[in-house]
C-alpha cells in the first residue's frame, strides 16, 4: 500500500515513517507543510492512505483539500484530545493520537484495509471538524470532589495544578501541595475541562496553565514544566506534544 505522511516535526515523521516501513507500507513522500503538500499532490499520482498532522508550521492542514481534490483515505494524526476527536468519528475517518503507538497505528492501517473502499474527501466537512477542534464549549467543570476517609471534600479547579496517573490511579494535585486519588480516568478529565486552560503534556498528565512556573529545555527536544508547589514528580511535554504546547502557551 502507497502512502504519503504529512507532518512538520522532523522526529515525529521519522518515527512514523519507521513504523510505517516495518508494516510493509511504501511511504511516497515526507511532506512538511500546506505549501510543500500542495505542490506534491498536483505533480504526484495520490497515494491510498495520508497520514495527517493537523497543524502545520504554516498553517492547518485542512487547507491543502481546500486548494486541490485528493481522493486518498486519511488517518489524522494529531495531540488534540477529547471533544475534537469527536469530530473524526462523525466524519468516518480514523485518527492516531500523539505519541502514535504502534499497535494502534496497526490497526487503524488494517482497519482501512479491511473496509476495501476509498474515502472520498468532498464527503468530508472539514469546516465542522475545525469548529470541533476550536469551539469554546459552553459549560467545563468548575470544582470535583473526592472521597478522604469518611469525608467528601470538594476541590475547585482554579486550585489545580495538575492531573496525573501513577500506578495505576489518577489523582489530582492541588496548590496546597496535597494529591487525592480521583475516580475518573485522564482520558475522562481531558473531556471535562477548559482546553484553553488545561493542557495534556503527556499521555499520563494534564497541566493548568497558571501553576506553571517555568519551562526550561530537557533532552531529546522535550520541555520540562516547574510548577508550584514543586512535586516530586518530572512534568515533560512529550516531544510529539511540544509544538502545540507552545502554540497553546502561546
Known amino acids: 500500500m502507497n502512502v504519503v505522511v504529512i507532518e512538520d516535526e522532523q522526529a515525529a515523521s521519522r518515527r512514523l515513517i519507521r513504523m510505517l516501513k516495518k508494516q510493509g507500507l511504501i511511504v511516497l513522500a515526507s511532506l512538511s507543510s500546506v505549501e510543500n503538500a500542495i505542490e506534491w499532490f498536483k505533480n504526484n499520482s495520490h497515494p491510498e492512505l495520508i497520514f495527517l498532522d493537523i497543524q502545520l508550521s504554516d498553517g492547518l492542514s485542512f487547507s491543502i483539500f481546500e486548494s486541490i481534490n485528493i481522493n486518498s483515505a486519511i488517518i489524522f494524526t494529531t495531540a488534540f484530545d477529547a471533544y475534537a476527536l469527536q469530530a473524526f468519528k462523525l466524519n468516518s475517518i480514523d485518527y492516531l493520537l500523539k505519541p502514535i503507538d504502534e499497535d494502534e497505528l496497526k490497526t487503524a492501517v488494517n ?17 465542522d471538524i475545525k469548529k470541533m477542534l476550536y469551539r469554546d464549549k459552553e459549560v467545563y467543570k468548575n470544582r470535583y470532589t473526592v472521597q478522604v ?25 492541588m496548590d496546597s501541595g496535597r494529591s487525592y486519588l480521583m475516580g475518573q480516568t485522564i482520558e475522562a478529565l481531558v473531556q471535562e475541562i477548559d482546553p484553553n486552560t488545561f493542557f495534556r503534556i503527556s499521555r499520563k498528565c494534564i497541566i493548568q496553565i497558571s501553576h506553571i512556573k517555568d519551562i526550561v529545555a530537557y533532552s531529546k527536544a522535550r520541555l520540562k514544566i516547574e510548577v508550584l508547589p514543586k512535586i516530586g514528580l518530572d512534568l515533560v511535554v512529550s516531544r510529539e506534544r511540544v509544538k502545540d504546547f507552545k502554540l497553546w502557551i502561546s
Open 111 to 127: 482497519k482501512y484495509q479491511n473496509i476495501h473502499q476509498e474515502s472520498s474527501l468532498q464527503n468530508f466537512d472539514f469546516e
Open 149 to 173: 476517609g469518611t469525608h467528601i471534600k470538594i476541590l475547585a479547579v482554579p486550585e489545580i495544578v495538575c492531573f496525573y496517573s501513577e500506578n495505576k490511579g489518577t489523582y489530582v494535585l
